[in-house]
């Protein structure tokens, strides 16, 4: 017990001797003398003990200047650079010292969050040399967060930090830390009207918001004014029906005029069944509407609010595809959550590096599956809708492909470029703190926008240099449904050349994806790759991964491809009676065989990679097999769960993925993947001290940001995506 308590003092007089160290240190040299004569310390000068290695122009006079008058809290806001934790398998540099101490002193102070590398030497103390079972330290840090309040004339040159660096201490217990700067983020609170772009976004934003509750009220008022007519049609029609019986009026007045509204209400009702008023049976009808009324009517929030939260169906709805839907956006969510997570400091990034390495992980490493699955949704919604478009027309037009391509154009392109805007122009705004201005550097939508509204974006530029750079999916899905006609017309010829042209698309994209694999070596692992520096790719000075094989349609275009064709077998199946396949029922065997494959192939490309992980790690077959199969495979297994859901042979699966609770969700998968990456950043740029990982605290901000997404995703929906979708139907009405 003895030795116990003696051990805890000494740690605390460790601790109790860094911190008085860093207030009561000797002098220096004459940079820190110049600095202690500059302002009057109370505790005498600050000392000097920095090795600086920074390059570039010399000093301003400035900041030369205003570094004399730092203030203590200054100095106090400053982080420590020699933090605890620094003998963890991961060391923990971030020190990001107190921000809101620095913002405090505005405006003559500014906070920086600088990375560099950090070189600690010195000599323990002989009492405490059991304790950290070292005698002496002398190691290099590779990377280092460190949060510093200088003045705002400093740090806009790397000759500023020299003369920073000679003023800051870096000197605790005996340990001298050598700084070189690498690149600083500082803070810089400019106002949003200081931006041409930021205003004019700020202006769209609120003519869209004018035009959506005029259109609102206007939408009120015809609800208002059709239910008062019908009320005094009905009262007419009461006050004749009772004219025999004058008496009666008088006792039961009241309760016929509510009788016959209540029929006026029917007789709406079954109106709306058949001429398609739209807006839930109880409004005028719409097909006496002049177009530009209909126009204006596409803004209203009621009539899309509405829409958004029906939970009715239609004849051959395609229940269960809302929870694939609503769940894979969910997973998307949830890999970029950690993904995200990456750019917080944290206290013990040791356990994230052990999590890694758990089975259960491979959940959020292999997430990328999710995205394969919009790809597989995306080949069979096309390919079932065509088919019976072209079933019915026998021979499609010149103009009806061109419909088809502008449809597609005019559903996505307005809420994309809208959230392109906010991302560009406005989100350096929304959030603050030591990480945040890192996220306020010019992005690549200043000069790159115009690729992403052509939809070549991943041609233009590689992954980490596009704007909006996970808008890569929105370019791979539109080339996709370029080629999707190809396919499309063959299969409307007939089997046969319908599946030759499909073979040899899909057996030649794999094949080139086998290739690029076995040439490069990549890594079957991409999440690993991604978060351990390797850029995503097993070569080290080759090409990214993610610009040869991820963003590239020809590598991900096998989902698609296997949703086309599952459309075809689908359509063969269960509506085309010309079809040897028609009404074909499945025997049992044949159902739980399936099953056992599909959830092998899910099983496997999920949780497959995690032997790679365990110090067994996979050769160039291996990897490459796993990087040309996985995703096709994926679309197989997902096919299968459709088929048996969509025929009703597995009652509780259906059940599932068709229950209500998924229909509003699955409404906003668009504009919740565009929306979500804006959500993560400024959830995760805008934490103002270094965060401690546990899966609870994951979890937990998992949630929040799903929350959250979908709540700017329903905004964004109301706003933009269902006008947009309005106007359409109004403009190609006939």
């Avoid at 899309?304 to 709805?317: A, D, I, Q, V």
């Amino acid at each position: 017990m003895a030795a116990g308590r003696e051990r805890r003092r000494a740690a605390a007089a460790f601790f109790t001797a860094c911190f008085v160290a860093l207030l009561l240190s000797p002098a220096g040299t004459s940079a820190g003398a110049a600095v202690s004569n500059g302002y009057p310390l109370p505790w005498g000068r600050w000392p000097d003990h920095t090795r600086v290695e920074v390059g570039g122009d010399a000093p301003s006079a400035a900041c030369a200047r205003d570094l004399l008058k730092m203030t203590p809290q200054m100095y106090d806001a400053t982080g420590k650079l020699l933090n605890s934790g620094l003998l963890d398998t991961i060391p923990n540099l971030a020190s990001m010292g107190d921000y809101h101490e620095c913002a405090g002193q505005f405006p003559f102070a500014q906070y920086c969050l600088v990375t560099g590398a950090t070189h600690v030497t010195g000599t323990i103390a002989p009492e405490l040399q059991p304790i950290v079972h070292l005698r002496a330290v002398n190691t290099t840090l590779p990377l280092v967060n460190w949060g510093v309040c200088i003045p705002r004339s400093c740090g806009r040159s790397p000759g500023d930090w020299l003369t920073v660096l000679q003023a800051l201490p870096l000197r605790q217990c005996n340990l001298t830390a050598s700084v070189t700067v690498t690149h600083a983020a500082c803070q810089h609170d400019d106002p949003i009207g200081s931006s041409a772009a930021a205003v004019a976004s700020v202006c769209v934003v609120a003519l869209l918001a004018c035009l959506v509750l005029a259109a609102t009220l206007f939408d009120f008022y015809l609800a208002h004014r059709h239910h008062a007519a019908t009320a005094i049609r009905s009262r007419g029609s009461a006050s004749s029906s009772s004219s025999s019986s004058s008496s009666s009026v008088y006792d039961f007045g009241a309760q016929s005029i509510q009788d016959a509204h209540a029929g006026g209400e029917k007789e709406a009702l079954l109106a709306s069944g058949h001429g398609g008023r739209g807006d839930g049976g109880d409004g005028p009808d719409e097909t006496q509407y002049s177009r530009t009324r209909l126009a204006v009517l596409a803004f209203s929030a009621r009539r899309n609010f509405n829409k958004l939260t029906s939970l009715g169906t239609h004849r051959g709805h395609l229940g269960c595809l809302n929870g694939i839907r609503t769940l894979s956006m969910a997973w998307v969510l949830l890999g970029h959550n950690y993904l995200w997570s990456m750019s917080l400091p944290l206290t013990n990034e040791d356990a994230l590096l052990r999590k890694k390495s758990e089975m259960s992980f491979q959940l959020v490493s292999n997430g990328f599956f999710s995205v394969d699955t919009f790809f597989w949704l995306s080949g069979f919604l096309v390919g079932l809708l065509t088919l019976r478009l072209l079933a019915k027309q026998h021979r499609a037009s010149a103009s009806t492909w061109g419909l088809y391509y502008l449809h597609r154009f005019l559903r996505i392109t307005p809420l994309y470029m809208f959230v392109l805007m906010i991302y560009a122009n406005l989100t350096p705004y929304f959030g603050s703190g030591p990480l945040w201005y890192s996220q306020q550097v010019p992005n690549a939508c200043g000069s790159g926008w115009w690729a992403n509204l052509l939809y070549i974006q991943n041609f233009y530029a590689s992954f980490s240099d596009q704007c909006m750079s996970w808008a890569w999916y929105l370019a791979n899905d539109m080339q996709f449904q370029w080629v999707a006609p190809i396919f499309l017309l063959a299969f409307h010829q007939g089997a046969r050349l319908g599946l030759l042209v499909w073979n040899v698309a899909f057996w030649a994209c794999t094949a080139v994806t086998l290739g690029l694999a076995i040439h490069y070596k990549f890594d079957a692992n991409l999440f690993t790759n991604m978060t351990t520096g390797g850029g995503g790719g097993a070569a080290a000075h080759g090409p990214n991964y993610l610009d040869v094989i991820y963003q590239k349609p020809e590598t991900r275009v096998g989902p698609f491809l296997i949703g086309l064709l599952f459309a075809y077998f689908y359509r063969c199946v269960t509506e085309d009676a010309s079809s040897r396949l028609f009404r074909w029922r499945m025997p049992r065997w044949m159902l739980v065989f399936g099953w056992a494959v599909a959830l092998f192939i899910f099983s496997a490309s999920v949780f497959g990679t995690w032997s790679s992980l365990q110090g067994h790690p996979w050769g160039v077959a291996e990897n490459s097999l796993y990087i040309a199969l996985a995703r096709p495979a994926w679309g197989l297994g997902l096919s299968w769960v459709a088929f048996v859901c969509l025929r009703g042979r597995t009652p509780l699966v259906d059940a599932f993925l068709s229950a209500k609770v998924w229909t509003v969700p699955a409404r906003l998968t668009y504009a919740a993947y565009l929306i979500h990456p804006i959500v993560l950043t400024v959830f995760w740029g805008s934490f103002q001290a270094p965060a401690v990982f546990s899966d609870f605290h994951w979890v937990y901000f998992f949630m929040a940001n799903l929350a959250t997404t979908y709540f700017f995703a329903a905004l964004a929906s109301l706003l933009v995506e269902a006008p947009a979708m309005g106007l359409e139907k109004v403009i190609f009405r006939h």
